[in-house]
């Protein structure tokens, strides 16, 4: 287990750790966990870089539906718990490798527009 990185996620501290099958953290074939009550995002040890990065994000992207609450909102709306896990399951599934191509091609300037200098005049 080893922490590698540390996120704030909607004001949460969160450390990301690397575990491997000897920590016992992640169930066989997991490849990232999110522990809303630890602030943890775990993701496996190993992973090459392209499924390294969408794991995180995606961890990052249940962090965010658990701390603002829409996870709450979707389990509300649903007639199942398992349902609404399965519900923003698909969503991040569908909305990561986008994520991922907006800060793969236009990651420096979303850095610009989004600081609080504001873009570059
Ligand atoms: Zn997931």
Redesign the pocket.
């Known amino acids: 287990m080893k922490v590698v990185g540390s996120l704030v996620i909607c004001g949460f501290p969160y450390e990301v750790v690397e575990v491997d099958e000897s920590d016992g953290i992640l169930a066989d074939g997991e490849e990232g966990s999110t522990r809303a009550l630890e602030l943890r995002i775990y993701i496996r040890a190993g992973l090459p870089w392209p499924r390294r990065r969408d794991t995180i994000l995606?961890e990052i992207a249940?962090a965010f539906f658990e701390a603002t609450g829409l996870l709450g909102f979707i389990t509300a709306h649903t007639k199942k718990s398992a349902e609404a896990d399965r519900f923003e399951?698909n969503l991040?599934r569908l909305a990561t490798p986008w994520l991922l191509q907006l800060i793969d091609t236009s990651g420096p300037a979303l850095g610009r527009l989004l600081t609080p200098e504001g873009p570059p005049t």
Do not use: T
Request: aromatic share 0%; glycine share 0%.
């Open positions: 995606h249940h399951e991040i």
